[in-house]
């Protein structure tokens, strides 16, 4: 068996100190306790040095002779006129103790010889209550206290330079208040940023640079409102979901793994008067996200958009950029023949429905909606939008570096994985990432 031992690197515990502190007042080598808990006696070395205290003395008006007494030539520190006289020959008669140790500037607390080489403190020592000379001790209730108030301080407070901070906040604030996310910035500018993402939450949190909590786009929850009831009426048996339920798509994309699917949902904007709607399309495969501007919310213009890709892009390129499409229940996406089929009756995709009430099913869409809903927050009309605001917002949207994808963008992503024939078709292009803005000042009317 190796004789080689292995020591714990953790923090010393207060069982260990007390047996330090035993072992010191017992006067063991440090190479004897460090047995005893199990550590290095390099560890116990540098905890007694670390943590010892020098008690003060029982009369703090009558201070200990000065260590350099014997050499010192110190003269005229007193205010007596024509006096020569080294000052430490001056003795107070009261105190009996020489003048210079109450007035001189370099006055020195002598210590014990014991104190400068191990064991560094004087527990063992048997001459302590007479010693004139600065006493150290290490008390494993004083060295616990210390280390926990250590550990606390090394956690509070901005490690960082004044410069640094202002040279942060100049970057960081007017990113964050065009309504980037620090994961885009991140992403753009970490080889510029001396920490961590979760130092800059705090240092946001308490104020330090000139953006606020409130800028941030998910640091401010919600209010609590009482959740939709689901609707009675079971769309189960609905002629539409015959053979196209989620999971029949399950079972398809379990057969066709190399099958990218495409999700496809609809935005709408304030209740009342409102006529338009965003249709939304996002390929899951690179978080890519298409917006087409409805002006109304009906099966006909959903397919008018899929009759306009297919004659664009052409039925094949469709087909491979939209081999499976999975959707919701809504009224807009019940006539699934047609939206599977071309106007000349060729098959140019798939179709399927997410249970009722199950929009988690096709969560990475509904994620992605939170990014149109930072521009046109819930509750706005969106009738005034035209398709070049739809493709405006989608480029912002599509140009933020996601977490998700590595810190890499949608669009980047998509210039690999798509058919680049759809990126010239819709204007799809990369926002510079200092650029990118998803505040409602984007499209502001």
């Not at 003395?57 to 030539?73: G, I, V, W, Y």
């Not at 961590?196 to 000139?210: A, E, M, P, V």
Request: with cysteine; aromatic share 8%.
């Amino acid at each position: 068996m190796s004789n080689t031992k292995t020591y714990d690197q953790k923090h010393l515990s207060t069982t260990q100190r007390i047996k330090i502190e035993k072992g010191l007042n017992d006067g063991l080598s440090f190479a004897a306790i460090a047995r005893t808990i199990g550590k290095h006696p390099s560890t116990v070395a540098k905890e007694v040095k670390k943590y010892r205290h020098f008690p003060p003395k029982e009369n703090p008006e009558k201070p200990l002779q000065c260590a350099r007494f014997k050499e010192c030539q110190m003269r005229f520190l007193c205010d007596k006129k024509d006096c020569v006289k080294l000052c430490k020959s001056c003795y107070d008669v009261q105190r009996r103790i020489p003048r210079c140790s109450l007035e001189c500037p370099d006055y020195r607390v002598p210590q014990c010889p014991q104190i400068q080489k191990a064991p560094y403190v004087c527990n063992h020592c048997q001459k302590t209550k007479r010693c004139l000379k600065q006493l150290a001790f290490y008390s494993a209730q004083y060295a616990d206290q210390s280390s926990q108030e250590l550990l606390v301080s090394c956690r509070t407070g901005i490690n960082q330079d004044p410069v640094d901070i202002a040279l942060l906040d100049e970057l960081i604030s007017p990113l964050l208040k065009q309504g980037q996310s620090l994961a885009h910035i991140y992403a753009f500018h970490g080889h510029e940023i001396p920490c961590s993402r979760r130092t800059l939450y705090n240092y946001i949190d308490k104020g330090i640079f000139t953006a606020r909590n409130i800028d941030l786009r998910r640091r401010v929850r919600y209010k609590c409102k009482p959740r939709k009831t689901g609707t009675r009426i079971s769309l189960a048996a609905k002629e539409f979901r015959i053979g196209r339920t989620y999971e029949d798509f399950q079972k398809y994309m379990k057969e066709n793994p190399e099958t990218s699917a495409v999700e496809m949902d609809t935005v709408e904007g304030g209740r009342e008067n409102s006529k338009q709607a965003f249709l939304t399309l996002l390929f899951r495969n690179c978080s890519l996200m298409l917006i087409f501007v409805l002006e109304e919310k009906t099966q006909e213009h959903v397919i008018e958009v899929f009759d306009l890709l297919t004659e664009k892009l052409g039925i094949e390129t469709f087909q491979q950029l939209f081999p499976v499409i999975l959707t919701d229940n809504g009224t807009e996406f019940q006539f699934p023949t047609r939206l599977e089929c071309s106007k000349n009756g060729e098959i140019r995709t798939k179709v399927y429905y997410c249970n009722p009430n199950s929009s988690w099913q096709k969560g990475m869409l509904e994620k992605n909606h939170e990014y149109i809903r930072y521009v046109i927050p819930k509750g706005n009309s969106i009738d005034s939008y035209t398709q070049g605001d739809a493709i405006k917002l989608m480029n912002h949207i599509n140009s933020e570096a996601r977490d998700s994808l590595n810190g890499c963008t949608p669009f980047r992503l998509s210039q690999f994985l798509l058919n680049n024939k759809l990126h010239k078709l819709l204007g799809l292009r990369e926002i510079p990432s200092d650029e990118v803005s998803l505040k409602p000042s984007l499209l502001k009317k």
